[in-house]
């Protein structure tokens, strides 16, 4: 059996024929689930009909007319931020494809690691140059630098901290020491 057609009637809000009001009744006697959906939209409509609406609260369309256009605004950057982003990605994939299709990150990669590699070798020889340095000068005098650097930085550390704990230290009510 086709329950649509009787549906429909039975939610039309069209007056129906005689002869469709006889066919829907005759339905009814038989399908229970017809019955069922009919007796269901009566009640439903009922309780449309009797409840109340609740009117809005005072100010609700002024507050609703300031609301929108701000509302508006906000899915209007939201969708720029998200066109933004998308177009975003879509330059980063293709210059990730480019590179992986060209090779490009292999030459880089060799590139990196030949740069490394000179790095170190200025290192080495700096360091080589500064040790032959060290070898030709006499040992009295680099060990007085020594010993006075040393002395200039723990007296530079002394005034760091002792600085510090100056500017940080927060006096209360009771420690405050006043001199007759």
């Known amino acids: 059996m ?13 007056p129906l024929t005689s002869k469709q009001k006889k066919e829907l009744q ?7 689930q017809c019955k069922k959906f009919y007796l269901t939209w009566l009640s ?11 009117a809005p609260s005072p100010g ?16 209007r950057a939201r969708h720029i931020r998200t066109t933004l982003a998308s177009l975003i990605m879509i330059g980063l994939l293709a210059n990730l ?5 060209n090779n490009l990150l292999l030459n880089w990669i060799a590139a990196g690691l030949n740069t490394i590699t000179k790095l170190f070798v200025i290192l080495t020889k700096g ?3 500064f040790s032959q340095l060290l070898n030709q000068t006499p040992t009295i005098p680099i060990s007085v630098g020594i010993v006075f650097l040393g002395v200039l930085l723990a007296f530079l550390i002394v005034f760091i901290f002792t ?11 009771d420690e405050i020491i006043v001199e007759d």
Do not use: M, V
Not at 6 to 13: C, Q, T, V
Not at 26 to 32: K, M, N, P, V
Not at 163 to 173: C, D, I, N, P, V
């Open 127 to 129: 360091l080589s140059n």
């Open 44 to 54: 439903t409509r009922q309780l449309l009909s009797s409840s109340h609406l609740q």
């Open 163 to 173: 600085t510090w704990r100056w500017l940080s230290k927060e006096y209360h009510a």
């Open 97 to 101: 494809i480019y590179i992986l299709r």
């Open 2 to 14: 086709k329950h649509n057609q009787y549906k429909s009637w039975i939610l039309n809000d069209q």
């Open 26 to 32: 005759g339905h009814l006697e038989t399908c229970s």
């Open 60 to 75: 609700f369309s002024n507050r609703w007319k300031n609301y929108l256009p701000f509302q508006q605004e906000r899915e």
